[in-house]
């Protein structure tokens, strides 16, 4: 019960302390992306990939903006990998997407990538041409935020409460953002199916 209790006391506090300003920097530049028709590519590895691909489908469905992640084809990513080595798969995969200027990366990640400690090297590699190329960059991290809050346009931080917790916090807050960024009014397009049903009081009787 201590660590439940703690747990939930420590998810209460992060989301408290973060930093709005950026939110809502992420939330002009999705607004730009869209308004200029320009992409969104979602970058993660690990239990940030499979965040990358729910959040795909609501940037689409939700926000009408379009959205894909490298991650959600695996012949493609395994055949990358395989061929050609694990740090340039999502730079190669950006290649062949034709990223450019009035597109944008979004990266989900712990550490943000780091190319020293070899860490995420694929992020960092992915990051270095999205800025050769122009494209907006934005971030979802955690610790110090890594090469993603160096180059970033945007980065919304993770506080770390605790090194035991810092992994579960960064991907749960991953969705959190996402979430809060398709469902603000000036992103979302698409009524959500849930809030579209009307809630009808109870029969008693």
């Not at 973060?18 to 979602?42: M, P, T, V, W």
């Not at 939700?62 to 340039?88: F, K, M």
């Not at 950006?94 to 990366?105: E, F, T």
Request: one cysteine or more; aromatic letters at 6%; a neutral charge.
């Amino acid at each position: 019960m201590d660590y439940i209790k703690k747990y939930l006391e420590q998810t209460s506090k992060i989301a408290s302390m973060l930093d709005q300003n950026e939110i809502n920097k992420a939330i002009n530049i999705l607004k730009s992306i869209r308004e200029n028709k320009g992409r969104l590519f979602i970058l993660g590895v690990g239990g940030s990939a499979g965040n990358a691909s729910h959040a795909v489908n609501d940037f689409r469905k939700i926000a009408g903006i379009e959205t894909y992640t490298p991650t959600d084809n695996v012949s493609e990513l395994t055949a990358r990998v395989n061929d050609d080595g694990w740090d340039s798969v999502f730079r190669n995969w950006l290649r062949v997407s034709n990223l450019n200027s009035k597109d944008a990366i979004l990266v989900f990640s712990v550490g943000g990538g780091n190319i020293e400690k070899n860490i995420s090297v694929n992020l960092v590699q992915a990051l270095k041409l999205s800025k050769e190329v122009g494209a907006k960059i934005m971030g979802i991290v955690s610790r110090d935020g890594g090469y993603t809050k160096e180059v970033a346009d945007c980065c919304i931080l993770i506080p770390v409460m605790t090194a035991e917790t810092v992994t579960p916090h960064a991907e749960e807050f991953q969705a959190i953002v996402w979430h809060l960024l398709v469902s603000h009014p000036d992103i979302q397009m698409n009524e959500m199916k849930w809030e579209s049903v009307k809630v009808t009081a109870k029969s008693h009787g």
